[in-house]
């Protein structure tokens, strides 16, 4: 495979990290310092405190998926180390399904507060979204073993 057939999505990969990262460092850092009604800390940081924490699963994902893409332009697609990686994005977004699991009853208490049912959907999207890329990767990695285990039976077969 070129070189260059996955630019594309390595591209899509850091831009995808880039708002995250701005803000983590920007929006996250700033709404604790100036929060809407000081009434609402209690509910507040416990959701920041989620927020944060699913950043780092989430940037160990991407890690891993751009060097899945850097093992397919290297013609390693169908090996153990692309299974490897696989098997990390599928048990980050389980951590970050189940960081979302956490806080929302934390979201439902400042949706229910602040009469907002929207809020709710906020902390909903992330839970389904990580929920359906620890399948995908699931699928994928058992797709990809099983490849690797053909792939090794035929080269017995000589």
């Keep these: 495979m070129k070189r260059g057939s996955t630019l594309f999505l390595k591209i ?4 995808m990290g880039s708002p995250v990262l701005a803000l983590c460092i920007f ?5 604790p310092s100036h929060p809407v ?3 609402y800390d209690h509910i ?3 959701i920041l405190i989620g927020v944060f924490l699913t950043v780092i699963p989430f940037f160990v994902a991407l ?6 893409l850097s093992y397919i332009d290297k013609n390693q697609s169908f090996s153990e180390l692309s299974t490897r990686a696989l098997k990390k994005i599928k048990y980050c977004a389980i951590i970050i399904s189940g960081l979302y699991v956490a ?3 934390f979201f439902y208490l400042l949706a229910d507060r602040d009469d907002a049912p929207g809020l709710l959907f ?7 979204a ?4 620890a399948v995908f990767a699931a699928v994928l990695q058992r797709l990809f073993q099983e490849a690797i285990d053909i792939k090794s039976e035929n080269d017995l077969t000589v």
């Design 12 to 15: 899509a990969v850091m831009l």
């Design 27 to 31: 929006g996250l850092v700033w709404l």
């Design 37 to 39: 009604d000081p009434h």
């Design 44 to 46: 507040l940081y416990p």
């Design 63 to 68: 890690s891993q998926a751009f060097k899945l």
């Design 103 to 105: 806080i929302m009853p």
């Design 122 to 128: 906020m902390g909903v999207v992330p839970l389904f």
């Design 130 to 133: 990580s929920t359906v890329i």
